[in-house]
T-cell receptor, first 113, second 113 residues
Framework: DAGVIQSPRHEVTEMGQEVTLRCKPI?????LFWYRQTMMRGLELLIY????????DSGMPEDRFSAKMPNASFSTLKIQPSEPRDSAVYFC???????????FGEGSRLTVL | TQLLEQSPQFLSIQEGENLTVYCNSS?????LQWYRQEPGEGPVLLVT?????EVKKLKRLTFQFGDARKDSSLHITAAQPGDTGLYLC?????????????FGAGTTVTVRA
C-alpha cells in the first residue's frame, strides 16, 4: 500500500506569495494531521481532521494559515501571505484512530525568502 | 515549554557502544510512542508502550515505560551507523474526556563508524 503522499517536496517562494501544500492520506485512515517541524520548536500539531471534519485547529499560528479536507483522500494546507518565519518542514500524517500510530509523509520543506 | 522533556538533546557515539535516551514529564500518560526520523523523511513508529513498568524489545532496542507512566527510556545496545537519526517520544494524555498527543523535542543520535 502507498503511504502518505505529500507534494511538493520542496518549495521556495518569496514573502507575500501564497503557498499550498497537498496531502493524500492512507486509504481507510479516518484521521489526518498537519504538523510543522523546526529546529527551534520541534514538531508542532497545526490541525487535525476526523472523517474530513476539522476537529482542532488551535495549533494554527494565525489567520494566514488555513486547511481543508474536501474528501477522504485529499487535504491542503494554505499559507497566504507567506512570511520568512513560516519556513519549516510541514508534515502530513494519517492514522486509523486518534491515539494510534501516526503514518507520516516525507514532508514538504518550505523556504520563504 | 515542552510537556515531554527529552534528554540528551544530542548524542554522538562510536559504533558498538551503548546509549540511552530519556523522555520525562510531570504528567501521567495513557500510552507513549517512540518514533525515529531519518534525514529528509517523516518519523516512523518504533514502539508503543501502554502499561506502567512495561518493557519492550525490538532487536537491539529496549523501551521501558516508567511505573508511574510519567517517563520512558530507550536503550540501544551495540549501536550501528543505521541507528543514526532523531528519536522522538510522544505521549498520549487524557484531557477532559479527550486525548492529546504531544511530542518531545527529540534526541539526535549519531553513530560513527
Amino acid at each position: 500500500d502507498a503511504g502518505v503522499i505529500q507534494s511538493p517536496r520542496h518549495e521556495v517562494t518569496e514573502m507575500g506569495q501564497e503557498v499550498t501544500l497537498r496531502c493524500k492520506p492512507i486509504s481507510g485512515h479516518d484521521y489526518l494531521f498537519w504538523y510543522r517541524q523546526t529546529m527551534m520548536r520541534g514538531l508542532e500539531l497545526l490541525i487535525y481532521f476526523n472523517n474530513n471534519v476539522p476537529i482542532d485547529d488551535s495549533g494554527m499560528p494565525e489567520d494566514r494559515f488555513s486547511a481543508k479536507m474536501p474528501n477522504a483522500s485529499f487535504s491542503t494546507l494554505k499559507i497566504q501571505p507567506s512570511e520568512p518565519r513560516d519556513s519549516a518542514v510541514y508534515f502530513c500524517a494519517s492514522s486509523l484512530k486518534w491515539t494510534g500510530e501516526l503514518f507520516f509523509g516525507e514532508g514538504s520543506r518550505l523556504t520563504v525568502l | 515549554t515542552q510537556l515531554l522533556e527529552q534528554s540528551p538533546q544530542f548524542l554522538s557515539i562510536q559504533e558498538g557502544e551503548n546509549l540511552t535516551v530519556y523522555c520525562n514529564s510531570s504528567s501521567v500518560f495513557s500510552s507513549l510512542q517512540w518514533y525515529r526520523q531519518e534525514p529528509g523523511e517523516g518519523p516512523v513508529l518504533l514502539v508503543t508502550v501502554v502499561t506502567g513498568g512495561e518493557v519492550k524489545k525490538l532487536k537491539r532496542l529496549t523501551f521501558q515505560f516508567g511505573d508511574a507512566r510519567k517517563d520512558s527510556s530507550l536503550h540501544i545496545t551495540a549501536a550501528q551507523p543505521g541507528d543514526t537519526g532523531l528519536y522522538l517520544c510522544a505521549g498520549v494524555l487524557s484531557v477532559s474526556n479527550d486525548y492529546k498527543l504531544s511530542f518531545g523535542a527529540g534526541t539526535t543520535v549519531t553513530v560513527r563508524a
